[in-house]
């Protein structure tokens, strides 16, 4: 079973930059897409940024050797606060299935 650890969130003032950082516990994140999610109370789970269509404020980044994909957020907005979740789909190898794994979510508070 592979894990996913979140770290970097906190509070931050608008106009502020922030980098969420999010480590397997297996070499994993070098076999597939990686994308950050972010959820907000009372509303479905949104796609932020993915290794497959990285632009914008929000990037997405990855380690390889550190096992590692990050979330660099800039000039961050009141509306951008939630919870940001990693999540990573995978195939390690050709005759495995595609895998997804998911963090357990850190909280992003921007300041007005």
């Known amino acids: 079973q592979v894990e996913l650890v979140e770290s970097g969130g906190g509070l931050v003032q608008s106009g502020g930059s922030l980098r969420l950082s999010c480590t397997a516990s297996r070499r994993i994140l070098r076999f597939g897409t990686l994308d950050w999610y972010r959820q907000t109370p009372g509303k479905e789970r949104e796609l932020v940024t993915s290794t497959a269509s990285n632009k914008g404020r929000f990037t997405t980044t990855r380690d390889n050797d550190k096992n590692t994909m990050y979330l660099h957020m800039n000039n961050l907005k009141p509306e951008d606060t939630g919870v940001y979740y990693c999540?990573?789909?995978?195939?390690?190898?050709?005759?495995?299935?595609?895998?997804?794994?998911w963090g357990q979510g850190t909280l992003v508070t921007v300041s007005s």
């Open positions: 999540h990573a789909r995978v195939k390690p190898a050709i005759e495995s299935p595609w895998l997804e794994y």
